[in-house]
Structure formats: structure tokens, C-alpha cells
């Protein structure tokens, strides 16, 4: 697919250039029919992109964001999607065998696995057309991970797609998105149960929390993901993580108490309280802690 | 929701494959962190691509030893096969840490299960609305169970078990009359160990063909009987058991009585329960004793009997112990001779009109009318009759006495005469040298002959009141082993050698 033209030139000082230069050369982008001139404007698409507009991004900044970029695996990508055959040889050579080595971990089976793998070549060659045009699912590759990372990402979401379809709950986070954007504040109203107090409380202080401690709670506690899997996807080490959601839960206890505490509890009545069976409680805590002080994503697209 | 509309709710794959990959920038990372703390289904799908992830690290791993011996193999025979050999190790060693150490890793580091529980959500949101129950039903977890693209180690911890204590060592019973094997007596420099004791003999005690009654413990009474070797802490009442004595390392045995009983329960500790009493061997049990080898004894043996009239044979410890000397001598019936000694302090004192100093021997030459009449027997005074000297009012340790008068040595080494059964005490001149240590008294050698004098004339009827014309000869020791006799009564002394 010919990479569409841009309409602000990104790239302008004679630094960058010798910097994209150097990367078509490395990228060997022209043993799979990409120009110096074809290879300047897919990443000036990328960066527009990645740098979401970048009219004010100075030339350190895309210097930097240049040599972030994957540039052989985007060049490979894209050649795919243009149907070069050199590049589609390459990438079958490299990526067949991870594809299905992923698609098999993925469902944790390997004839699923399999499918799963078959049924995402349709997509990345692309037989569904748009407008006369075969769309190829590399054209959504940017390079700012790497082509295998991103294929397992597109082999794992079309796994969740497919699974949630499966059990007729489509799209079900889509629509807890939009509820979640409907209710802009949390319902505080404290209800007349006998642990109105402990409510507030818990809905204050989680909603208060900071993303990265959200992402804990939930992955940890309620996805019910293990240190190992939430420290491999930080890239920390375990301890790390077994630390840190520690001292997340010995705070929450401890802010719990204070502004118990605060609205009138003596420390024992306030140590008491925590001691209620939290099925008890009329609290959504799956709610609280997907509350975000920011718009999830859009604002970051936004920026 | 079209597919647009997602993707402006999500982020793409590639920003979630960078993210994982840590190569975003801070601010780009942070954006995608709110999300993902927002919104599950990309949780799902970073956390599968993770996993994914995972088998082609340890393909990249498995596949460096083959790679090594390729490139080293043609190096020459000497170099690869140093070099395959470290490659292998070196291979292995990865691979083996590399499975291991995320399970155990894991299992270490969680969190106490309480701590999960303060802020657990509820198992389900009844108070939702319709909608929102029914989406939220969807179970978070919405991969099924995915098998590890690799075998994982189940690395499975020893259970902690505490140090074994060595095999207890082989019991020691105690022994119960068996002169053919003498236990030997423990060795009390040795570390204590427990040892259980049998009640007398480990096969038990052994029925007596001849008694009329099972032996019965709580009715053998302990008495006043001679210490043996060995005698250790304390003594039991009369008609009481032997107390436990505890760390006391000795415990007297079992004195050799005249069939009085006695249970003696070893002590704990120290080792040895009534050793064997020197020069005798294995001791002799009196009838109705029975020893037990309590903790830490070794050994249960008994002194040997003193007086030689104690009998295996005797049928019951009862009988012996009531046995009272209350009967009358008739001309022709006496026919058993009687220890004094031995007897209960149970009897009849009346005016003395004769010795106890004599036996069946001197007694058969009597004439047969013999008999006794206002005259009692005297007995011998005895610790249990008093236990300090009067004049002096020291403890006594030794003590000695016949029908006539009573010896006694108190701690301060002074010889103390009675001639009324220890009521009152005069202290003798001291005519010996140093401290005086114990004290005895013989009946006279030629006490035949007088008692043949003392023979009535026939047909008289009576036995006349005379007394031995030999009195009795007193024994002394000192502290160095000098023994003086006295002839007259403790009034003079002198040294044996002279």
C-alpha cells in the first residue's frame, strides 16, 4: 500500500536527514523495494503518528523518536503489505514458526493455536477490501515495538476478541468504557448500612490511587495475575512487585484508618470496621479503581 | 461500537507490544499505564503477549549450546571438545535456572493471603444495574487454563523436619534376684540417659508357688530396716511406698529384710538405684520387695537380707510384719528361735528377768519345766526409740544396746551410756583417742555357762532371776579405724592391741 502523502514535512534539518539515511541503509529497505525518498515518508507517517501531529516536536526529539523507531521490522512490515514477495519470504522464514510457538501459548493448545496463527495471515495479507483496495493488517504496524512483539499482541487480542464473542459478551469493556464515561463521578452517596463510614472511605482512597498503583490492584488482586506475569510485563523483578503491592495494601490499611479515624472513629472502632467481611460492603471496588483521573486513552491521543 | 471507535478507546497492539517492550517514552508509557489500569480486555492482551513471549526466550537459550558446538567444532578436536563440554554446563546451568527460578521465585514472594482479603471485591456485584451485573459477570480471567509452552519445574520443598533424635538407647530393666547375671552398676560419670524400668524383672514378677496371696504392693509396709550399699536419699515411713526420689542418683535399695517389703522407685538422673550392695553379688530380695529401676537406674538389685532369716518362702509380707513375740516358753514347745532384732517394736515389756541373749541351743539344755513368770523380754533400743542424745542433744550415729544398757555416739564423737532404754543418757569418759564413730556391743562369749548356772533346781518351776557373771564387751571406733573395748560397761577402755 503506497504510504499516503503527508501534508507538513516533519523533517527538516540536514541532522535528521543523515539520521534517516543511516536508518534506510541499516534497514535494508531497498532490497524490498523501498527508496531512500519511500523510506523517509513512511516514517514521516509514523511520526505523525507516534508523535501525534509533532509540529512542535524539536529536532533532538525526533532524532530521538527516529532511533526508537523499529526501522527494519517496519520496512518489512510495510513491504508485506505492499504484496512484495521478497518481503513475504522473509517474513515467512523468520516469523512463521513464532507465530504458531505464540498462537499455540496463547490458547494453550496447539491445533487452536494454529488456527488462531492461519487465521491472522488472511488478515495481514489482507483480503477484505476497502474501497477497491486490500487492506493489510501491517499497515496498523508502526514500529515502535518489534514486529514480533506486535504480532503476539494482534495474535492475543484476536484471541480475547474472539473468546469474548464466544461467550456473548462482545465488546463487554467497550461498554463498560462508555458507562464508565457516562458516570463522572463516583457514586459516594453513602448508603445506611451499618458500614456507611468504612464506604466512603474505601471509595475516596481508591479513587485517589495513581494509575501504576491501579494497574497492581487489579492485575494483582482482581485479574488474579501473578508477580511472575506482572513483573515480566514491568520488566522487574519480582520482589519488586511483591514489595510494592505490600506497602500499596499497608497504605490503603493505613489511610483507611486515619480517615476513619477522621470522621469520628476511635483507632479501635476504625480497626474494627476493617475486620467486616468485605462481601458486606456495598462497595464496586472493580469500579473504583477503573476510574481514571484521566480519560483512559483518548487523552493521551490527544495530546 | 465500530472498530474505529475502538481503536480510538485502545491503544494500538504496537503501542501495547512497545510498552511491553519498554520502549516508550515516559510520558507515552504513563498514558498507556492509565489505561491499562482502566480497562481489562488490554490487561488481557498484554499479559497473553507476555506469556506468548515467553517460550521464544527459552528457544533462544536451548538454542545456544547447539550453535557453540557448530562453531566451535572446527576448531580442532582439543578445543571443541573443552569447549562443548563447557557449553553443555554452561547450557545446562540456564536452562535449570532459568525453569526453576520463576516458581520459586513466585511462591516466595507472594503476599500473605490476609492482606488480599482488606480489599478484595466481592465474588459478585449484586447491587449493579442489569447491564453492568451482566457484563460484570464475565469472569476476568478470559483465557482458558493455558498450558506452559515449556515444563515448568514443580520444584517441590522438602518438608522442614525437625533433627531426628537418635534412636533411644536399649532399655535397662532392673534386676529382680538374679545372682547368675549381676547388672552392673551404671557408671555415673556418663551423660544420664532415660532408661525404663521394669517392675523388678522385665518377664515380671515371678508367682511364688508357696504364698497364699498375690503379692501386694500397697500392703507391704517399708521399715526401719539396715542401710545397704548404696543407700541413697531418703527412707519411706512405716507401711508407706518408697517415695520417687528425682536426681538424687542413688536411691537405697531394697534393705535384705526379713520379709519385710518395700517398693523402691529409682531416681531420675543419676543412675544407680540400690547398687549392689558390696561383696555379696547380686542382692537377695527379702519377701514381698520388689524393686523398680526408675529413670535412669540401672541397676535394681537389693542389698542381701542382714539377718539371714529372711525367706523367698515366707507367704505373705503381712504375716512377718504383725509377727509379735508374745508367747510363752513351755517346757518342750519352744522350738523356733527368735530374733529380737527383727521383731515389731510391738511387745509387751514387763519386769525383765531375762536376757534376749540367748537361742534354741542354749535353750534345749533347760529343764523342761522351765517357764516364765513375771518376766518379760526387754527389747534393744533402736534409732526409732530416739534419735538424738540427750545431754548433748546431737544426732546419733551409732547406736548400740542388749538388754542391760544402750551405747550411743552422737556427730560430736562422744560415747553416751543408758541404762533405761535411752530415757537418760550419761556420757562416758573418754579414755580413746580422737572421735569416736561407732559403737557396738557384744553379748559375752561364755553366757552358756552362766545360763546354765542360772538352771532352777528340779522341780522348782521357776527360772531363777540371776544375771550374765560376764558382761558384755563394748566396741568402739574412732575416726582413724582404732578400735577399744570395754569390759565394764563403757568405764574403761582399752586400745584392741593391747
Known amino acids: 500500500m503506497p504510504v499516503p502523502k503527508s501534508n507538513q514535512q516533519l523533517f527538516l534539518s540536514a541532522a535528521v536527514h543523515a539520521l534517516l539515511n543511516r536508518l534506510w541503509k541499516e534497514s535494508s529497505a531497498a532490497d524490498i523495494g523501498f527508496s531512500e525518498a519511500g523510506f523517509q515518508e513512511l516514517l514521516q507517517q509514523v511520526a505523525e503518528v507516534g508523535l501525534w501531529g509533532g509540529s512542535q516536536i524539536s529536532e533532538s526529539q525526533q532524532a530521538a523518536f527516529l532511533n526508537s523507531i523499529r526501522a527494519k521490522d517496519l520496512v518489512l512490515a510495510r513491504a508485506c503489505a505492499r504484496g512484495n514477495e521478497t518481503a513475504w519470504n522473509i517474513f515467512l522464514s523468520e516469523y512463521r514458526e513464532l507465530l504458531y510457538r505464540a498462537a499455540s501459548a496463547i490458547t494453550g493448545d496447539y491445533t487452536a493455536g494454529r488456527e488462531l496463527a492461519d487465521s491472522l495471515y488472511a488478515e495481514l495479507y489482507g483480503l477484505a477490501t476497502h474501497a477497491g483496495a486490500r487492506r493489510s493488517k501491517f499497515d496498523s504496524y508502526m514500529g515502535r515495538g518489534s514486529l514480533a512483539g506486535w504480532l503476539r499482541s494482534v495474535l492475543a487480542r484476536s484471541y480475547v476478541d474472539q473468546y469474548r464473542k464466544r461467550r456473548n459478551v462482545v465488546a463487554a469493556d467497550d461498554r463498560e468504557l462508555e458507562l464508565l464515561a457516562a458516570v463522572t463521578e463516583i457514586d459516594n452517596t453513602v448508603p445506611a448500612a451499618p458500614h456507611g463510614t468504612l464506604h466512603a472511605a474505601v471509595c475516596t482512597i481508591l479513587s485517589g490511587l495513581d494509575a501504576e498503583s491501579r494497574f497492581l490492584l487489579q492485575s494483582y488482586y482482581l485479574d488474579g495475575r501473578s508477580l511472575a506475569e506482572i513483573a515480566g510485563l514491568l520488566q522487574v523483578h519480582e520482589s519488586t512487585i511483591s514489595r510494592r503491592v505490600k506497602r500499596l495494601a499497608g497504605e490503603l490499611k493505613k489511610q483507611l484508618l486515619k480517615r476513619l479515624q477522621a470522621s469520628g472513629l476511635t483507632r479501635r472502632a476504625a480497626e474494627e470496621a476493617l475486620q467486616v467481611d468485605v462481601r458486606d460492603m456495598d462497595v464496586n471496588v472493580k469500579r473504583l479503581l477503573q476510574v481514571a483521573e484521566t480519560t483512559p486513552f483518548q487523552a493521551l491521543e490527544e495530546r | ?498
Open chain 2, 1 to 498: 461500537m465500530t472498530s474505529a471507535e475502538q481503536r480510538a478507546l485502545h491503544p494500538e497492539d504496537d503501542l501495547l507490544a512497545a510498552f511491553a517492550e519498554q520502549s516508550l517514552t515516559a510520558t507515552e508509557r504513563a498514558g498507556i499505564m492509565e489505561h491499562l489500569s482502566a480497562c481489562s480486555r488490554c490487561r488481557d492482551i498484554v499479559f497473553l503477549a507476555q506469556r506468548a513471549a515467553e517460550p521464544d526466550a527459552h528457544a533462544s537459550v536451548a538454542a545456544l549450546p547447539q550453535s557453540s558446538l557448530g562453531w566451535r567444532w572446527n576448531w580442532g578436536w582439543g578445543l571443541g571438545a573443552g569447549a562443548l563440554a563447557t557449553a553443555l554446563v554452561l547450557a545446562s546451568i540456564a536452562l535449570l535456572h532459568h525453569s526453576q527460578k520463576p516458581l520459586a521465585q513466585s511462591a516466595a514472594m507472594r503476599p500473605p493471603a490476609s492482606t488480599p482479603a482488606e480489599i478484595a471485591p466481592p465474588p459478585a456485584a449484586p447491587d449493579q444495574a442489569p447491564t453492568s451485573a451482566a457484563r460484570l459477570a464475565v469472569p476476568r480471567r478470559a483465557a482458558p487454563p493455558v498450558p506452559q509452552p515449556h515444563p515448568r519445574v514443580e520444584v517441590i520443598q522438602p518438608p522442614e523436619v525437625a533433627a531426628v533424635a537418635p534412636p533411644p538407647a536399649p532399655p535397662k530393666v532392673g534386676m529382680f534376684s538374679s545372682a547368675a547375671n549381676p547388672t552392673p552398676v551404671a557408671n555415673n560419670n556418663k551423660a544420664p540417659s532415660i532408661k525404663t524400668g521394669g517392675f523388678g524383672d522385665p518377664a515380671g514378677l515371678a508367682s511364688n508357688p508357696n504364698a497364699k496371696g498375690a503379692p501386694n504392693i500397697a500392703a507391704v509396709g517399708a521399715f526401719d530396716m539396715p542401710k545397704g550399699e548404696g543407700t541413697g536419699a531418703g527412707r519411706a515411713g512405716k507401711g508407706s511406698v518408697q517415695g520417687v526420689n528425682m536426681g538424687a542418683g542413688v536411691v537405697g535399695g531394697v534393705p535384705g529384710g526379713t520379709g519385710h517389703g518395700k517398693v523402691v522407685v529409682g531416681g531420675m538422673a543419676n543412675g544407680v538405684v540400690g547398687g549392689v550392695p558390696g561383696g555379696s553379688g547380686a542382692g537377695r530380695a527379702g519377701v514381698g520387695t520388689a524393686v523398680t529401676g526408675g529413670f535412669g537406674s540401672s541397676v535394681g538389685a537389693t542389698p542381701p537380707a542382714p539377718s539371714g532369716t529372711a525367706s523367698s518362702n515366707t507367704p505373705a509380707p503381712a504375716a512377718q510384719s504383725t509377727a509379735k513375740l508374745d508367747f510363752k516358753l513351755q517346757p518342750g514347745k519352744a522350738s523356733t528361735a527368735v530374733d529380737v532384732a527383727s521383731a515389731e517394736p510391738l511387745l509387751h515389756t514387763e519386769d525383765a528377768n531375762i536376757s534376749t541373749s540367748f537361742s534354741m541351743e542354749q535353750l534345749q539344755g533347760m529343764p523342761a519345766t522351765l517357764t516364765l513368770q513375771h518376766g518379760s523380754i526387754s527389747r534393744c533400743v533402736t534409732t526409732a526409740d530416739c534419735s538424738t542424745v540427750q545431754p548433748s542433744s546431737k544426732r546419733i550415729v551409732s547406736l548400740a544396746s542388749d538388754s542391760a544398757m544402750a551405747l550411743a555416739v552422737d556427730a560430736g564423737g562422744a560415747l553416751f551410756l543408758s541404762h533405761d532404754q535411752g530415757a537418760h543418757w550419761t556420757k562416758a569418759p573418754v579414755q580413746w583417742e580422737g572421735k569416736a564413730v561407732t559403737v557396738n556391743i557384744y553379748p559375752s562369749p561364755s553366757l552358756a555357762p552362766s545360763v546354765a548356772k542360772m538352771a532352777p533346781p528340779a522341780g522348782s518351776g521357776t527360772v531363777a532371776k540371776e544375771k550374765s557373771a560376764k558382761p558384755s564387751v563394748i566396741e568402739l571406733r574412732n575416726k582413724k579405724g582404732q578400735v577399744w573395748l570395754s569390759t565394764d560397761q563403757g568405764q574403761t577402755w582399752r586400745l584392741r592391741s593391747e
